[in-house]
């Protein structure tokens, strides 16, 4: 308590400091700081940076705690992380890089670039936007503030009891892991709901729902996803917290609970999970490989159908996660085959791409690498897992690196090489310079080589018998030289990712203009000035048929037709409410998670003073003129 | 005993699961072989589809920039292609799979089949055999040709059972019983390892099944019925004393004339023909020295406590008395 309002005071002195010391004016200095801009933004484009740029925090993170695994088991008996350390080590891994990178960045690109997809202003509820991000980061931090205080989670980012419950996990690591992400999540319901709305609502005129870019229609069926699917692990982490904070019985076979229930609750969300991080990456793939190939997306309707399908069939497969509990042959069968089925509309996705590119003019951007890159690297991890689905087989494959292998070629293959292509792709319409390509090239080749030679020697080392989760392994069976093979793939992925980040700095500093329209752009996004202006459009465009942009380039006169004449804009206010609202989740939690129900109690009380606030405040906007408009836009 | 010369470890373990040993894993073997022949077809398609297109279709230096390619918007035909070849590949992988899936499973066990029953603790495994009165721990003897279902219990976190050369793993939970039947066709060493997250030393849970031809598994089987566990020279019977002050409360060794039985560790009787000692280092004198002296350096986190408090003559004599026990 005492230390809250410490670090709050010194914070106010801080600023003091910086800005020039304490006077009148202090509050309006304050009020016109960037950081305090960037703080109560309810803009979707900038919030949609801030979650890029938690998002790439904890990438490095998560990235660092790889990196001391694979150095672990470089060699066998190795003795750098062992035991419970390396247990902190793969839980957080594997936590940090699902909850806090793949959503996050994701949501980035999702937030900055499906209003300017749809011709919208902005985002339906600005501000629970705002609130969403916040709560991400503040739960993200949350989580890893374990390391500092009392000792990461070890129970792996699965956590199933019993070895999450007290007795086995007895540190405060797993209050950490249910309070932080119970908040994160929060925020990431939010952002789902919002989305759904906002693609229902403020779609421009024109834009039926089969016109919608790709990333459109994937942004929305994951939105669908996370509306369906974190309810249940808000549910299972509520009973986990309350049998670890309040001793109930929910997963203790000695009060009659019942373990295998927190494995059907975790799988019911953590398969959808899957799909809500890698169907947006289709969407971005969508669009990269069909602006650089100058073609429309071949069978546009089969895609929207198949990401729909994927969207359904994701709920009815959670049980091949379990195929060796021992839930009978009934179940595993008609669980391998709804698996099974999913191949069928991922694969029309794979040879409508392909036959995108078929007969088109295909420009090796950065983009498009990371874009065709995916296709090899995520056909080879979307047939592991048609073999996962096997039952008998997968008996062999689970809990083994065959399995690690599987779900690294997807998810790296999926998400983090489609955040790329979208981060390469958008940058411009954000920053209005360009990634150097160069640069991006080395990024794509060091990175791709890396992943490869990390995780293609991991098939075979499960097959060989290595269980995944194991901090070390015997000498003398043929794992050697694999496991040498893949920390070295592992250093190669890290070396690409330091290229990168030169590349982010050297292109703030210096990049090259890129002008509205770099890549011959296809939607409505590339007909706005770069960077986008904070107004997005100064009228709202019409639209009159698929790749709408491109219409009015090559059957139009070239420029946007507007739906409405010019006139002012309605924009929103910002709000300093939801930073301060995730701010008292955050110490709320903090709390909890040491059993200080005082702290937990003072947090919440915050939470709903912001609340209060919010529902009996008004909050009219504000508008800009037309005049101000031109000036903008000359 | 020249008739275990097999436990002293000739020839090398197996591990694999793609030399498996016995029909389960060779049934499931075939599987793996069936779905990645399938799926190295897809593969091979989706990539020659995708070299000829990146080559053909590629921008090159001297195009006309500002040529439009023909925009399709999509082929019944292909689509239709390429969304049923799919579905018989996989009709073709689904019908073994669902045949072999409950084949393998829900049947009552043939007469004939040798039952023992496995529980995971953390970080080991104990093994009783109920039709013989016999139990041991972290490496469990068969017979070879003959089916042996185990039936699995953990006794705190889940556990999974996992012998790759053998078969698949099956979850050892917490309050249930499950069953899992393997089989041994040649005598040897196959190793075992605990495959589900279990703690600090999940890592190192592992076990051994020694496969013994039928004649020589009924020797060791009565070997285990009339244990050799008494002490002779004075060095052991000072071990096995120091034994009883420190270790019965945990460990039981039979017929030493102990009266407690202790459950919570590892039942160490016949312990001289362990291959290794608590799954981790080879089992040798130095070894089980070091074992005894700082059980937590080679497992973090396990169950038994150190014993550095005692001296060099003391740790030698129940190290001396534990590498008589046959
Ligand atoms: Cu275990």
Redesign the pocket.
């Known amino acids: 308590m005492a230390t809250l309002i410490i670090l709050i005071v010194f914070i106010m002195f801080l600023g003091a400091i910086f800005t020039g010391g304490y006077n009148k004016k202090y509050l309006q200095r304050m009020q016109d700081n960037w950081l305090w801009e960037w703080i109560t933004t309810v803009d979707h484009k900038r919030i949609g940076i801030l979650y890029m740029l938690g998002g790439g925090f904890f990438f490095a993170v998560g990235g660092l705690e790889a990196l001391l695994m694979r150095l672990q088991l470089m060699f066998p008996d190795n003795q750098l992380v062992v035991g419970d350390i390396y247990n902190q080590l793969l839980s957080m891994h594997g936590t940090t890089m699902i909850f806090l990178v793949s959503m996050p960045v994701l949501l980035g690109l999702m937030n900055f670039a499906v209003p300017l997809q749809i011709g919208a202003r902005d985002v339906a509820f600005p501000f629970v936007n705002s609130l969403g991000v916040w709560l991400f980061l503040f739960g993200g931090l949350l989580v890893n503030l374990s390391w500092l205080f009392g000792g990461a989670p070890d129970a792996g980012w699965t956590s199933y009891a019993t070895l999450s419950l007290n007795e086995f996990s007895p540190g405060p690591g797993v209050n950490y892991y249910v309070l932080g992400l119970q908040i994160a999540g929060l925020g990431t319901l939010m952002s789902g709901i919002n989305f759904l709305v906002t693609i229902i609502n403020m779609r421009a005129p024109g834009m039926t729902y089969l016109r919608m870019p790709l990333f459109t229609w994937t942004t929305f069926v994951t939105s669908a996803l996370i509306l369906f699917a974190f309810p249940p692990l808000t549910a299972g982490l509520f009973m986990l917290m309350f049998d670890r904070l309040f001793d109930t019985h929910f997963f203790t076979l000695a009060g009659g609970g019942n373990l295998t229930l927190w494995q059907h609750i975790f799988w019911i969300f953590g398969h959808p999970e899957v799909y809500i991080i890698v169907l947006p990456a289709f969407g971005i793939f969508s669009e990269v490989i069909s602006t650089f190939s100058k073609k429309r997306l071949f069978g546009y309707n089969s895609m929207v159908f198949a990401t729909v399908l994927i969207g359904f069939l994701a709920f009815m497969v959670w049980v091949h996660h379990m195929f060796t509990v021992g839930l009978g042959p009934i179940a595993n069968t008609v669980f391998a085959i709804a698996t099974m089925a999913i191949a069928v509309p991922t694969g029309i996705k794979v040879f409508n791409w392909l036959f995108t590119m078929w007969g088109g003019r295909i420009r090796f951007t950065t983009a498009m690498l990371f874009a065709s890159g995916f296709i090899v690297v995520f056909v080879m991890g979307g047939v592991t897992g048609v073999q996962l689905a096997v039952v008998p087989a997968d008996l062999q494959f689970h809990d083994t690196y065959f399995v690690v292998a599987h779900f690294h070629y997807v998810m790296i293959g999926g998400t983090i090489l489609g955040f790329f292509a979208g981060l390469y792709y958008w940058w411009p319409k954000m920053f209005g310079t360009l990634l150097n390509e160069k640069l991006g090239k080395a990024h794509f080749w060091l990175f791709f080589l890396g992943q490869h030679l990390t995780f293609f020697p991991q098939h075979f080392l499960g097959l060989m018998g290595m269980p995944r989760r194991v901090y070390t392994y015997m000498s003398g069976r043929n794992l050697e030289l694999l496991n040498l093979l893949s920390t070295i793939g592992a250093l190669l992925m890290t070396a690409g990712i330091l290229v990168f980040l030169y590349n982010l700095v050297q292109t703030l500093r210096m990049g090259k203009e890129a002008g509205p329209d770099p890549w011959n752009g296809r939607t409505l996004e590339w007909a706005l000035p770069s960077p986008a202006p904070h107004y997005n459009f100064a009228q709202t465009p019409r639209v009159r048929g698929l790749d709408p942009w491109w219409l009015d380039k090559y059957e139009g006169d070239g420029k946007l037709q507007a739906a409405e004449p010019l006139g002012p804009i309605h924009m929103p206010s910002p709000a300093y409410l939801p930073f301060v609202m995730s701010l008292g989740f955050f110490v709320s939690g903090f709390g909890f998670v040491f059993h200080s129900w005082r702290v937990g109690a003072l947090g919440l009380l915050v939470v709903f003073a912001c609340m209060y606030i919010r529902s009996f405040e008004e909050d009219p906007g504000y508008h800009i003129e037309p005049e101000e408009l031109k000036g903008v836009e000359s | 005993m020249a008739g275990f010369g097999l436990l002293t470890g000739c020839g090398s373990p197996h591990m694999s699961a793609l030399d498996p040993k016995g029909p389960v894993g060779e049934t499931q073997l075939d599987l793996i072989n069936l779905s990645t022949g399938i799926m190295t077809l897809v593969v091979i398609v989706v990539a020659a589809i995708y070299i000829y297109v990146v080559i053909k279709y590629r921008e090159r230096p001297g195009d006309d920039k500002d040529e439009i390619p023909e925009q399709v918007a999509g082929s019944k035909k292909l689509e239709i292609l390429w969304t049923t070849v799919p579905i018989i590949l996989l009709i073709i992988l689904a019908v073994p799979t669902i045949s072999t899936t409950f084949r393998g499973t829900d049947r009552e066990p043939e007469p004939g089949t040798l039952r023992i029953n496995a529980t995971?603790y953390?970080?080991w495994f104990g093994f009783e055999y109920p039709d013989y009165q016999v139990s041991t721990a972290n490496e469990v003897h068969i017979p070879t040709g003959r089916k042996v279902e185990f039936l699995l219990a953990?006794h705190d976190?889940?556990?999974?059972f996992w012998v790759p050369s053998l078969g698949g793993k099956q979850d050892?939970n917490p309050g249930r019983t499950e069953r899992l039947i393997l089989q041994a066709d040649e005598p040897g060493l196959y190793e075992g390892e605990?495959?589900?997250?279990?703690?600090a030393s999940?890592a190192t849970?592992r076990f051994r099944v020694i496969a013994h031809p039928p004649a020589e598994f009924e020797k060791w089987i009565a070997s285990r019925k009339q244990p050799k566990s008494k002490p002779k020279t004075e060095q052991q019977k000072q071990g096995h004393k120091l034994i009883a002050q420190n270790c019965i409360g945990c460990h039981a060794i039979q017929g030493a004339g102990y009266d407690i039985l202790g459950r919570t560790g590892p039942e160490l009787t016949g312990f001289s023909h362990r291959t290794r000692v608590a799954g981790a280092l080879d089992n040798n004198r130095e070894n089980l020295k070091k074992w005894l002296v700082n059980p937590q350096k080679i497992k973090p986190g396990n169950r038994m406590p150190g014993f550095d408090h005692l001296d060099d003559k003391q740790l030698d004599a129940m190290v001396e008395y534990l590498q008589t026990l046959k």
């Open positions: 995971g953390q970080y953990a976190v889940v556990h999974s050892m605990c495959a589900e997250l279990c703690g999940h849970m």
